[in-house]
């Protein structure tokens, strides 16, 4: 299953119990090709949206335990009634989708993390779900992981959106660091970049610290793929740091060494686990 060409999905296959595979399949495939609608091809902005409407009445179908002609939403609808999933996070990522055929610019931090539950955290919830771990709790948890992750990608994709006239960082942060469009355009790498990046990774790295317990509670696999996940991200934000913020003339990328790292990494964290439980 090529997770990797959906960053908002973080479930490594090698990890996921064979039982789940056909509907983190079809959750994926459902994912996949509605971010396709709204981001790849030539069409116009209205026919994409149009074609997102269509989605979303096929989710009113399934409500309905109306049948289906098409395959992908006969599949997802019978994953949705074996684990009982709600429907709510597909009508989430439907309308974050949506925003991306419309909205190129976020004026606050709080207009960012909205669009990021609505395009991040839903994965995250239908993961529980599927694992029956779906309590409040974990949900707090699993929601600021998966933020984090999204604003560690809009973080290594700067140059990318900005190729598509998008700018994730918001706008009010540009301003309290002075940093213009212009700079972001001709990727300046000046003081002021600097230390905008420099703020940015540190609240990313703080969001996904503060969901990091949600790894140490769920057992088994989930929980060593959220501790890989977890350590994943963490190296990204130190990949970018030993950039100095240069997200322009390289994207960060996770290598065989940063890999191995990770996973010793995530070890850790459960060898930390083990020893706490002792104590306790």
């Known amino acids: 299953m090529p997770v990797d060409h959906y960053e908002n999905f973080p479930v490594a296959s090698i990890l996921l119990p064979s039982r789940l595979r056909p509907a983190v399949e079809a959750i994926y495939a459902f994912a996949r090709s509605a971010d396709d609608l709204a ?12 074609a997102l409407n269509a989605y979303e009445d096929a989710l009113a179908g399934i409500a309905r335990h109306q049948a289906s002609q098409s395959a992908l939403f006969s599949r997802l609808a019978q994953v949705i ?27 606050t931090f709080l207009d960012l993390q909205d669009y990021c539950c609505r395009s991040a955290n839903p994965v995250g ?12 709790g974990n949900l ?76 140490l509670r769920l057992p088994g696999r989930i929980g060593w793929e959220l501790r890989l996940v977890v350590q994943g991200g963490l190296r ?8 100095d913020g240069d997200v322009f003339h390289r994207r ?11 996973a010793w ?16």
């Open 39 to 50: 981001d790849e091809g030539d069409a116009r902005p209205e026919a994409r949206i149009a």
């Open 81 to 107: 009634d074996n684990y009982r999933l709600p429907l709510q996070p597909f009508h989430d990522l439907l309308s974050a989708f949506k925003q991306d055929v419309t909205t190129t610019r976020y004026a």
């Open 125 to 136: 919830i239908l993961m529980l779900h599927l694992y029956d771990a779906a309590d409040e």
């Open 140 to 215: 707090r948890d699993s929601d600021a992981i998966c933020s984090a992750l999204q604003l560690i990608n809009f973080l290594q994709d700067v140059a990318i959106d900005w190729k598509k006239d998008r700018i994730y960082i918001p706008q009010e942060d540009l301003a309290h660091f002075g940093v213009t469009e212009h700079q972001i355009a001709a990727a300046h790498l000046n003081a002021e970049w600097r230390a905008l990046m420099r703020f940015e990774i540190e609240r990313a790295r703080a969001m996904m610290l503060s969901g990091s317990p949600l790894a």
């Open 236 to 243: 990204i934000l130190e990949r970018i740091e030993a950039t």
């Open 252 to 262: 960060p990328q996770l290598g065989p060494r940063d890999w191995l790292l990770i």
């Open 265 to 280: 990494r995530a070890l850790r964290m459960k060898i930390s686990l083990s020893r706490m439980r002792q104590v306790g």
